[in-house]
T-cell receptor
Framework: ETGVTQSPTHLIKTRGQQVTLRCSSQSGHNTVSWYQQALGQGPQFIFQYYREEENGRGNFPPRFSGLQFPNYSSELNVNALELDDSALYLC??????????????FGEGSRLTVL | DQQVKQNSPSLSVQEGRISILNCDYTNSMFDYFLWYKKYPAEGPTFLISISSIKDKNEDGRFTVFLNKSAKHLSLHIVPSQPGDSAVYFCAASGSNTGKLIFGQGTTLQVKP
């Protein structure tokens, strides 16, 4: 069984640039969630995708957007990067969309540094 | 507003003793609570969960207790082992949201 994989693992960008982070969900999982973890904090919910549609969104501006593909893999796009976007971005997969009780399977994360 | 709080940033215990990690929440609509463990350079991994209709759930060395009236849950690890040293996150979700609200985490160090 293949786990959740994310790429790239580390990247450095400058303010104003755009970034795309990628995630392959665990085999058989149809739901992908993205979380942002700032240093010393817990993960914060960005949004969730279920069957290729956004299925809930946290308190993040529209410059954070995403996609889910027919194979349930997903992308997180962040436009007009700001210094505060520097964080670990975690992708998590699960089954069931809104019916999910919350057990998520996380990838190792993508560490984004904005200079 | 921090709906899920872990007020102890760190905890140090001796191998073989009990580790107790605490978590408080404010939203009475939460009905499912989870604990995740995170090692450096790895993603969080699910440890144990509890539904709001229960007050205790046990899995091997790990037990989670839920006190709904106090809006408080705790994770007990007995006996603690050096391999348990990690950051522990408490998380909560509301019915059918699929969204987890995490606490800030508690770093547990188990000394040999």
């Amino acid at each position: 069984e293949t786990g959740v994989t994310q790429s790239p693992t580390h990247l450095i960008k400058t303010r104003g640039q755009q970034v795309t982070l990628r995630c392959s969900s665990q085999s058989g999982h149809n739901t992908v969630s993205w979380y942002q973890q700032a240093l010393g904090q817990g993960p914060q919910f960005i949004f969730q995708y279920y069957r290729e549609e956004e299925n809930g969104r946290g308190n993040f501006p529209p410059r954070f957007s995403g996609l889910q593909f027919p194979n349930y893999s997903s992308e997180l796009n962040v436009n007009a990067l700001e210094l505060d976007d520097s964080a670990l971005y975690l992708c998590a997969s699960s089954l069931g969309g809104l019916r999910n009780t919350g057990e998520l399977f996380f990838g190792e994360g993508s560490r984004l540094t904005v200079l | 507003d921090q709906q899920v709080k872990q007020n102890s940033p760190s905890l140090s215990v001796q191998e073989g003793r009990i580790s107790i990690l605490n978590c408080d929440y404010t939203n009475s609509m939460f009905d499912y609570f989870l604990w995740y463990k995170k090692y450096p350079a790895e993603g969080p991994t699910f440890l144990i969960s509890i539904s709001s209709i229960k007050d205790k759930n046990e899995d091997g060395r790990f037990t989670v207790f839920l006190n709904k009236s106090a809006k408080h849950l705790s994770l007990h690890i007995v006996p603690s082992q050096p391999g348990d040293s990690a950051v522990y996150f408490c998380a909560a979700s509301g019915s059918n949201t699929g969204k987890l609200i995490f606490g800030q985490g508690t770093t547990l160090q188990v000394k040999p």
